[in-house]
């Protein structure tokens, strides 16, 4: 069973920076990609950013492309989400997934790091 660590999520004004961090328990696994997604209070969770661990193809959501960056490191097996200009409206918890074959959604989770925006 591969257990996610998440870490970096907290209270930050806005227009400030976090930078979020999660790898999986088991340093030697290898997935075929992670994502960090989040749930506002009172709202469905979302994709926020993925990407993928062979070759670091990434996606990001259009509502925080210019904002968000996610990027990995290979030789830490650690996923990062770099979030710049936070917004009010980034409120939410943070949950880091992944996902272990390309025959799967993401089937591992994190217990979620919260991240609070005070305007």
């Known amino acids: 069973q591969v257990q996610l660590v998440e870490s970096g999520g907290g209270l930050v004004q806005a227009g400030g920076s976090l930078m979020l961090s999660c790898a999986p328990s088991?340093?030697?696994?290898?997935?075929?990609?992670m994502a960090w997604f989040r749930r506002p209070p009172g709202e469905q969770r979302e994709l926020v950013a993925s990407?993928?661990?062979?070759?670091?193809?990434?996606y990001t959501a259009s509502t925080v492309r210019d904002r968000f960056t996610i990027s990995r490191d290979n030789a830490k097996n650690t996923v990062y989400l770099q979030m710049n200009n936070l917004k009010p409206e980034d409120t939410a918890i943070y949950y880091c997934?992944?996902?272990?074959?390309?025959?799967?959604?993401?089937?591992?989770w994190g217990p979620g790091t919260q991240v609070f925006v005070s305007s």
């Open positions: 990407i993928t661990w062979s070759d670091g193809e990434s």
């Open positions: 088991v340093r030697t696994y290898s997935p075929y990609s």
């Open positions: 997934a992944l996902r272990s074959s390309m025959h799967t959604y993401f089937d591992f």
